[in-house]
């Protein structure tokens, strides 16, 4: 009589399945907390604990029923959507009592660079600046009011907000070609610039204006056979505009 048993792999697999229950039952009772599970997939004794550390920040509604002319100010500015905390800390013990505890006045110039220090990764267009060069050794409130930033001159040209691309057009090809001859600026743009966007090209006949075969311009100008040339893709899905000789 033969007698049938489990192959070796099932076996083995029954055998890995046993110990991870039990080690997740272990787990589960050495590690996982006796609150946990009580209001949902959360520890609810968590709830006393964030409640024992207090209330440090007031909220800038709070700071409003003082000081509601800066509100105002600045609700009405680029910076309306800081809170006030976010540069004078947290102010709930001076909102308890403005007399004796008083917040934060940031001086230097390094609280304004946590937002406006010159990184490549931050949006193209937000203000930003490189230390060493932008008027060192002044303060920055020295020129703007940080509850209505406005800055008092208005920029003459592209490359004070759009440094990146201008380094980057100044030793490329297109070196000599001004903004204003791809893009199409309103005059608001300089003082609202997320506002008033400029025109980007939309069409490959926008390029071929300098480099289809039959364009008019210098013929130092590299040309190509507009209709074929690159299929269906438009010039700047392989040519960077302010770089265009790079791939």
Request: glycine letters at 6%.
């Amino acid at each position: 009589m033969r007698i049938w048993k489990f192959p070796d792999q099932v076996v083995r697999l029954a055998v890995l399945v046993t110990i991870a229950v039990v080690a997740l039952i272990v787990v589960r009772q050495m590690f996982v907390p006796e609150s946990f599970g009580e209001i949902g997939h959360y520890r609810a004794d968590s709830i006393d604990t964030v409640l024992a550390q207090g209330i440090q920040f007031a909220g800038m509604q709070a700071c409003g029923d003082c000081h509601d002319d800066m509100v105002a100010i600045k609700a009405g500015s680029y910076h309306r959507g800081l809170t006030c905390e976010g540069c004078h800390g947290p102010s709930a013990v001076h909102v308890d009592d403005p007399s004796e505890a008083l917040p934060t006045i940031p001086t230097g110039r390094k609280p304004c660079l946590r937002c406006h220090d010159y990184l490549p990764s931050r949006p193209t267009g937000f203000p930003q600046i490189i230390e060493a060069l932008h008027n060192p050794m002044e303060t920055c409130v020295d020129c703007h009011d940080p509850h209505d930033p406005t800055p008092p001159e208005v920029p003459e040209t592209c490359g004070a907000c759009h440094a990146a691309i201008a380094r980057t057009k100044a030793v490329s090809h297109h070196w000599s070609l001004d903004c204003e001859t791809c893009h199409v600026a309103q005059i608001e743009h300089r003082q609202q610039p997320r506002a008033n966007l400029p025109t980007k090209p939309t069409q490959r006949e926008f390029c071929g204006q300098c480099h289809a075969d039959d364009a008019d311009s210098s013929s130092s100008i590299p040309r190509v056979e507009l209709a074929t040339h690159g299929g269906r893709y438009i010039c700047w899905q392989c040519h960077y505009p302010h770089y265009p000789e790079g791939r």
